[in-house]
């Protein structure tokens, strides 16, 4: 079979799909492998997946298992909540793991080589169309490769896309800035590096935490931009990131200079699609279901899809080694898109509930300081094992209304105001 994409996504699913038995071909666009970003959150649903896979080990000793994850005020900085990430762990059986994004990726591209997956570089897809056979895939310098199953793994801006709908990315408006600041500068040893921390703010947020054992700290500063609710084309520029966070209170204002300003991510989605199978050809990961990154699924949920396909392939396959496809790629569809698009539709309204200001943000973190330490009623549905059937997917939390929240008189008229 053809994987189509050498991301986080198309690797683990390469590596998934040969552990059943299966030859697979990788075929990646660029002329090598290897990631961009920073740092990555891998909640239990892709840690029980990395230690089935025997990769735990090897992850958490490339990253950093967090005590806790603090939600913060961006304007004053008082502490609003937090989860006891040790105790998390307990609960969900598996750790809570922060590792950089180049190193993940790293650790599923040898795990793919020692497998013996077939990695092809320089190998851009251009079209995808299924043979009387299986599937077949035109690349860039016209070569064609066919097998009997294609993953089209090949990202936000799939290619394979178009066999499922007719749309386009749908921009959010914000920008990501990333940067990494070395252990010896001051800033990395006045936080503590054994919790996750996020200050959420009026239409911005910034989130650090350790990564490579406390020998870096990794942040992210994240805000809507004016220029592109404007439309204008040249948005997310450095002059927006400081203006974005001049409100905010010294901490958030002091890691700003740690940023990378060269380079920014403009943050896009796709609304869901619940159709994610084309005869012989399949979507995996960002060309299924790409979201914003508020609740840090996205790399997650295309492990899942990996370990999930594999998992029904086994269960679908003959003594003589043979899988009826069309069994294992409807029990994918089954399950996977619906998952999917609950974490897509969350992604978007947690990152709302981030970005308030006004009466809606007091009333905001009232009902986050109200929370116990130790409530997993809005975790359950995500961190628990990834469902193989569609009977096996928890039930989704039950949404508090801001309007249940108690604001004292100050707060009401700073709203009014």
């Known amino acids: 079979m053809i994987v189509v994409g050498g991301g986080i996504g198309g690797l683990g699913a390469a590596f998934s799909l040969t552990r059943q038995g299966l030859a697979v071909r990788l075929l990646e666009s660029a002329p090598a492998f290897g990631e961009v970003g920073a740092g990555i959150q891998l909640a239990p649903n892709c840690t029980r997946i990395l230690d089935d896979y025997g990769l735990l080990d090897e992850a958490k000793s490339l990253g950093v298992v967090p005590d806790a994850m603090v939600m ?11 989860l006891d990430l040790r105790d998390l762990e307990s609960r969900y059986g598996y750790p809570y793991l922060v590792i950089h994004r180049s190193d993940l990726h790293g650790l599923l591209l040898r795990a793919c080589e020692r497998a013996g997956v077939e990695l092809i570089n ?8 299924n043979t009387d056979g299986g599937a077949r895939v035109t690349v860039a310098s016209g070569a064609t490769h066919e097998a009997g199953m294609v993953i089209a793994a090949d990202g936000l801006h799939s290619a394979a ?16 800035y990333r940067g990494t600041v070395p252990a010896e500068q001051q800033r990395v040893r006045s936080v503590d590096l054994s919790e996750v921390v996020v200050y959420i703010g009026p239409r911005c947020h910034f989130v650090h935490y350790g990564l490579r054992g406390g020998e870096m700290l990794n942040q992210v500063a994240v805000f809507e931009s ?12 450095p002059d927006e990131l400081d203006a974005a966070f001049a409100g905010t209170c010294g901490f958030v204002r002091d890691g700003l200079p740690f940023m990378w300003r060269d380079k920014w991510w403009r943050m896009f989605d796709r609304n869901p699609i619940m159709q994610w199978v084309h005869g012989r050809i399949a979507l995996l990961g960002d060309s299924a279901h790409p979201p914003l990154q508020y609740i840090a699924q996205g790399a997650i949920m295309a492990i899942e899809d990996g370990w999930v396909l594999g998992e029904h392939v086994a269960r679908n396959r003959a003594g003589d080694g043979t899988v009826d496809w069309a069994a294992a790629l409807a029990a994918y569809e089954a399950v996977r898109p619906e998952h999917c698009r609950r974490v897509l539709t969350t992604s978007r309204k947690w990152g709302e509930l981030w970005h308030l200001d006004g009466l809606a943000r007091e009333q905001r973190n009232a009902l986050l300081r109200a929370r116990d330490t130790y409530d997993y009623s809005f975790t359950d549905w995500l961190y628990g094992p990834t469902a193989l059937t569609p009977d096996q997917e928890p039930e989704m939390f039950t949404p508090i209304p801001l ?5 004292g008189e100050a707060a009401l008229a700073g709203g009014a105001a």
Do not use: I
């Open 226 to 237: 004016p220029k592109a609710l404007a439309g204008r084309d040249d948005w997310g520029t």
């Open 161 to 176: 896309r178009k066999l499922f709908a007719h749309d386009q990315p749908v921009s959010s408006a914000y920008v990501a």
């Open 403 to 407: 309007s249940s929240a108690a604001v």
């Open 122 to 129: 320089d190998a851009q897809v251009t079209s995808y169309e």
């Open 72 to 82: 913060r005020d961006a304007v004053d900085g008082e502490e609003l909540t937090r």
